[in-house]
């Protein structure tokens, strides 16, 4: 059994005080604290029940448990209740069990029950925002200025959630407790930042770093009347900007731009509870509140002993959180600073690199008007642990380099500040063979896979299996990247290869050819029809010209036309997208995901067809994503991202992808309004009437504020130390054309290699496929009426109207069927017009789009033909189904005979008093053709025939 080392066993004995770890990689963070949890309930004073141990993924916290389990003397079902979980999960707990009246004390007359939803998935809270914002852009002309500043009505939401993870959140009159102190920055910060950056360099030969970065002040932007020029705020003649110039930025009457943001956030907050949901940013917000409001019930939930894991992933507010639930003195948080990564999830790096300095500010704050945390802020011990259990000391010095290595050419690092911070860490591993290497390549994609392959059984990147140092197989090698787009760019080159290789983490869902597929079908049975079928037929294979065509001509298909029948008739967004899916044999977890995403945002909003093909399209410009894993065969190369890998190890690394513009990316401009330290909240653009006419101006002060702040690249260089971190043994870089800085600034040589990969002999790997299935009902295979008829019959019948016309005229019919609609529409006719005159010749009950399931058995297999009748007329005597069709000619007739013969045959059963009569009625004559229906056995032999192929059921 693994035994703590001595520093591990002081932390795991030291159960009094309060305690920050700030370790590095490898050195037994989450071995220590599961020790000290056991160690601590073993000891027979404290029950699981007083001790919080909180993580920040489920996964995580249920890893936890079962190392405590697996070393102390509780288990499984006595730790079960134990609160051994995450922040969110925390919260929840206590609003469920307490805070039905949270809400009114930011004074919204709303409840918190157990009919409240989580929304936890990022693209549905999207949707939900901006039916919000819909609402509230109608509801608040008073703020007119910013609803025309704002393009992205999302970025808004970025804004609240960032404003809620640290804690401000709006009261009906104004801000929670200090919050719109936040809101206001902190200009004695930001003039120190100033002061040093205006200093002049070289010796007073230089102009200063801001003075130099106001050279591009007001380059291709519009300021409104008032800004000053260029010269006037650099000064002229001088190598700083003048005196006064801090205040002159910082100062801004921001009144309207805090009551904007205030009714937007409030106005949010108050429909998520209309709609009775919260998401994990009010979780917490409200489980806040109601710790810092009722005294009583804090003290009833404070715990004795609160251990935090990872701590540098946590955000202000669970500081705070952590601090309200430490009911004694006893607190132990664990992290390491140089793995904080998740600023974009409002992690913030401070709570762990500025403990103390936050511990003291935090518990001032809420201590402000009564006592609410009682921990002692001076007796704060610090542990180190520096024993380090997964990488040679060659990988873990050099990763060490990563976090004093300029990320750009500009960028400027103090090598020596930040190694101050750095507690020198020591490996046990057994061998030191490990190898650093890079390559560099314009084919990037294959000259990693060819790396790849050469490694894969070469005795000089021996790994250690059992203690032996043995060559590394396929899956001893992790690739890792930046960014999500690479991975799967090099998915498909390995697949081509048959190299085996899987791609664990996010994608970006709404750009892959199955989301692709199922909008073009969407968009084909909703008016924007020709986008679709572009790219419907593109996929079967046509060329562009016969595309255009076919487009302009209106000659779809005939399968494909069928198709879209058959799609119309499908229940609900779900019913399309299994057909679709199915159509083109898409059955993996990517497919299952897309019809998961897209039910649950149909769920939880209140979304048209329309709403839905605009929610795929923002999906594709955002590039949102989703987890999909496909789980790696035993023997194969995984690839991630660098965030996805974050508590993994791998023997063998490649870090791929490191190319200028990719690590760190370029690009990527903040929103419209911001909020960050310590500028507090700015607007980019503002609207006004200067110059004579109405326009949207940039703000002059904020662009010239944030030339002032230096570009920070501390994450990146953080992501890069993660990176590396993960490799036991050794390491490879790699890059395509043109490396990044941190590539040549590190110190390993950029080596060539022959981008030519070997094709993979098949047989000798095991790799895993994608193993998942798009839910159907069980049940007899499935076909509908269209099925059975030849698509060459349809060419030219339509005479150029296209598919899209057809259905409007379908739906014209059902709904003068149904009494919603009395006006034949212009634009369809004659059409309409011969519908009208026919259905008003009816005189019985009419029934539009009758579902009709017919069962049959074809040598010995159930099957099943259904489909949409588009309507029955009954009277007392007789019954008549009819099938409209807009073509212009009677060419497909025969065919047509087919389908409306399974109609037939199935009313003929339920009506057994009565004649049963078919008919097609060509819409664009009015002429009525009746039809002779094919006995059962025809339609069986059809079946048969070739070409039948099932649809999903
Ligand atoms: N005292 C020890 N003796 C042997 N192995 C140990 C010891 N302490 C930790 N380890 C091993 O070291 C590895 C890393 O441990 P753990 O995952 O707890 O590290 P960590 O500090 O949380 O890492 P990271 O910060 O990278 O997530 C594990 O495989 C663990 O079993």
């Given at each position: 059994?693994t ?5 591990q066993r002081r932390l ?5 005080g309060v ?5 590095g990689?490898?050195t037994g963070k989450t ?5 000290r949890?056991?160690?601590l309930v073993d000891?027979?004073?404290?029950e699981?029940?007083d ?6 993924t489920?996964?995580a916290a249920?890893e936890m ?6 070393h102390?003397d509780?288990?499984v ?8 979980g995450t922040f969110?999960?925390l ?9 039905v009246?949270a809400p009114?004390l ?9 009919a ?6 990022e693209?549905?809270?999207?949707e ?7 609402r509230?852009a109608?509801?608040?002309?008073e ?19 960032q404003?809620a ?5 709006p009261?009906?009159?104004?801000w929670?407790?200090?919050g ?7 200009f004695?910060?930001f003039?120190e ?5 205006n200093?002049?360099?070289?010796g007073g030969?230089?102009?200063?770093r801001i ?7 007001g380059r291709?932007?519009?300021y409104?009347a008032?800004a000053?020029?260029?010269a006037?705020?650099?000064g ?6 003048p005196d006064g110039?801090?205040?002159l930025l910082f ?6 731009l805090?009551?904007f943001?205030?009714d937007?956030?409030r106005?949010?907050?108050?429909f998520?509870?209309r709609r009775n ?9 409200f489980a806040?509140?109601l710790?810092c409001?009722d005294?009583d019930?804090r003290?009833?939930l404070?715990?004795?002993h609160?251990?935090?894991d990872?701590?540098q992933?946590?955000s202000e507010?669970?500081f705070k959180?952590?601090?309200?639930l430490?009911?004694t003195d006893?607190l132990?948080?664990v992290?390491?600073?140089?793995q904080?990564?998740y ?5 913030a ?11 003291e ?6 201590n402000d ?6 921990l ?11 024993e380090n259990?997964?990488?040679t ?8 380099r990563a ?6 050419g500009?960028?400027e ?5 930040v190694?101050?911070r750095i507690?020198?860490?020591e ?5 030191g063979n490990?190898r ?5 390549h314009?084919d990037?994609?294959?000259a990693v896979?060819?790396k790849?392959?050469s490694i894969?059984?070469?005795?000089a990147?021996?790994?250690?299996r059992?203690?032996e140092?043995v060559?590394p197989?396929?899956g001893d090698?992790?690739v890792l990247t930046r960014t ?10 390995a697949r ?9 983490g996010g994608?970006e869902?709404f ?8 909008l073009a079908?969407?968009?084909i049975l909703?008016?924007?029809?020709d986008r679709?079928w572009?790219v419907?037929l593109e996929?079967?294979?046509?060329s562009f010209e016969?595309?255009r ?9 005939g399968?494909?036309r069928a198709?879209?029948?058959e799609?119309a008739?499908?229940n609900?967004?779900?019913?399309v997208a299994?057909?679709?899916f199915?159509?083109?044999g898409y059955d993996?977890?990517v497919?299952a ?5 897209v039910e649950?945002?149909r769920a939880a ?9 605009r929610?795929?399209?923002r ?6 994503t989703?987890?999909v894993?496909?789980?790696?065969g035993?023997?194969s190369?995984?690839v991630?991202?660098i965030h ?6 791998h023997?063998?690394?490649v870090?791929a992808n490191?190319?200028a513009n990719?690590f760190p990316p370029g690009?990527g401009?903040?929103g419209t309004?911001t ?12 609207y006004?009437e ?8 940039h ?7 944030r ?5 920070e690249?501390d ?6 130390y993660v990176a590396?971190t993960r490799?036991?043994r050794h390491?490879v870089?790699?890059?395509g054309g043109?490396?990044?800085a941190?590539?040549?600034e ?9 981008p030519t990969v070997r ?5 000798g790997t ?5 193993g998942f299935s798009?839910?159907t009902?069980e049940?007899?295979?499935g076909?509908t009426?269209?099925?059975l008829m ?8 339509a005479?150029g109207?296209g598919a899209?016309?057809g ?10 069927a149904l009494?919603?609609?009395d006006?034949?529409?212009a634009?369809?006719?004659?059409d309409?017009g011969?519908?009208v005159d026919?259905l008003d010749?009816?005189g019985g ?5 009758e579902?009709?399931?017919?069962p049959l058995?074809v040598?010995g297999?159930r ?7 588009d309507?029955?007329?009954?009277r007392p ?6 099938d409209?069709?807009?073509d212009t ?7 047509y005979?087919k389908?409306?013969s399974v109609y037939h045959r199935?009313?003929d059963?339920?009506?057994t008093?009565?004649t049963?009569?078919a ?5 664009y004559?009015g002429?009525?053709v ?5 006995p ?5 032999d059809?079946l ?5 192929t099932?649809?999903a059921?």
């Open positions: 059994m035994e703590p080392n001595g520093q795991i004995e030291s159960t009094e305690h920050l770890v700030d370790a990689p490898g071995f220590t604290i599961t020790r949890y056991a160690n000891g027979g004073d404290v699981p029940d001790v919080l141990l909180v993580t920040f489920n996964n249920t448990r079962d190392r405590i389990v697996a102390s509780y288990g079902r006595e730790l079960r209740d134990a609160p051994i969110h999960g919260c929840h707990d206590v609003l469920l069990e307490h805070g009246h009114t930011l004074g919204i007359d709303d409840r918190i029950t157990r409240t939803r989580l929304v936890d998935d693209t549905v809270e999207r939900l925002f901006r039916e919000f914002y819909g509230f109608d509801d608040h002309p703020h007119e200025p910013f609803l025309r500043v704002v393009e992205e009505p999302t970025e808004l939401l970025g804004l609240v959630n404003l993870a640290k804690g401000v959140f009261t009906e009159e104004g929670y407790r200090n719109e102190r936040h809101l206001d920055g902190d004695e910060a003039a930042t100033f002061e040093a950056g200093r002049p360099r070289n030969g230089k102009q200063s003075r130099e970065r106001l050279g591009s002040y291709g932007k519009c409104r008032d000053p020029s260029r006037e705020l650099r002229e003649g001088t190598k700083r900007v110039t801090a205040e100062e801004d009457d921001r009144e309207a805090k009551s943001v205030h937007v956030y106005g949010y907050l108050a998520a509870l949901y919260l998401t994990f940013g009010f979780l917490q917000l806040f509140v710790l409001e005294h019930l003290e009833e404070a715990f004795e609160v251990m935090v990872e701590f992933d946590s507010i669970q959180l952590a601090l309200l430490a009911g006893n132990c948080v992290g390491d600073w140089k904080s990564i600023s974009f999830q409002y992690a790096v401070e709570n762990v690199a500025e403990f103390e300095a936050r511990l500010r935090f518990a001032a704050e809420l008007d009564r006592e609410r945390v009682g002692p802020i001076d007796g704060v011990s610090r542990l180190e642990l520096v259990y997964r990488s000391q060659a990988i873990i010095d050099f990763a060490e976090l004093v290595t300029p990320a750009t500009g960028d690092v103090d090598p020596a500040a190694r101050d507690v020198p860490l490996s046990n591993a057994a061998f490990s650093i290497e890079a390559i560099s314009e990037e994609h294959e896979l060819a790849v392959q894969v059984g070469d005795e990147y021996a790994i250690e059992d203690g140092l060559a197989g396929y090698v992790a999500r787009d690479y991975g799967r760019e090099l998915l498909e080159v081509e290869y048959d190299l085996p290789m899987a791609y664990e994608v869902l750009r892959t050819d199955q989301a692709k597929l199922l079908w969407l968009r909703e008016s924007d029809a679709g572009a419907v996929e079967a294979g046509y016969e595309v065509h076919v487009l302009e001509e209106g000659t779809y298909p399968n494909m198709f879209r029948t799609l008739g499908a609900g967004v779900g019913g299994r057909r679709v199915s159509r083109y993996g977890g497919a995901t897309v019809l998961d995403a649950s945002v909003t209140t979304m048209t067809r329309g709403d839905l093909i929610f795929l399209e999906g594709v410009e955002s590039g949102a989703r987890e894993s496909a789980g790696a035993a023997d190369v995984t991630r991202t996805a890998t974050k508590g993994l190890e023997p063998i690394v870090l490191m190319n990719r690009g401009g903040a309004i909020f960050e330290d310590p500028l507090g909240l700015r607007a980019r653009r503002v006004a200067d110059h004579g006419h109405p326009h949207v101006y703000d002059w002060r904020t662009d010239a504020l030339r002032c702040l230096p570009t690249y994450e990146e260089r953080r992501l890069l590396l490799a036991e390491l870089f790699a890059a043109e490396p990044n941190f590539l040549e590190l110190p390993v040589d950029i080596g060539t290699v022959e094709r993979a002999d098949a047989g095991e790799q895993a496929t994608l798009v839910p009902p049940g007899p295979v076909y009426p269209h099925t030849r698509e060459e019959a349809f060419s030219g019948t005479d109207r899209a016309y259905t409007d005229v379908h739906e014209f019919a059902e709904r003068y009494g919603e609609t006006d034949p529409p634009r369809l006719e004659p309409a011969h519908v026919l010749s009816l009950e009419l029934r539009p789009e579902e009709i399931v017919l058995e040598d297999e099957v099943v033909l259904s489909g949409l009748a309507l029955v007329h009954v005597g007789t019954v008549e189904v009819v409209f069709k807009t000619t009677r060419r497909a007739h025969g065919e005979r389908q409306v199935v009313l059963e339920w009506f008093d009565r049963v009569d008919h097609v009625h060509y819409t004559d002429d009525l009746p039809v002779d229906p094919l059962v056995t025809d339609l069986v059809l048969r025939e070739e070409g039948a099932p649809t059921p």
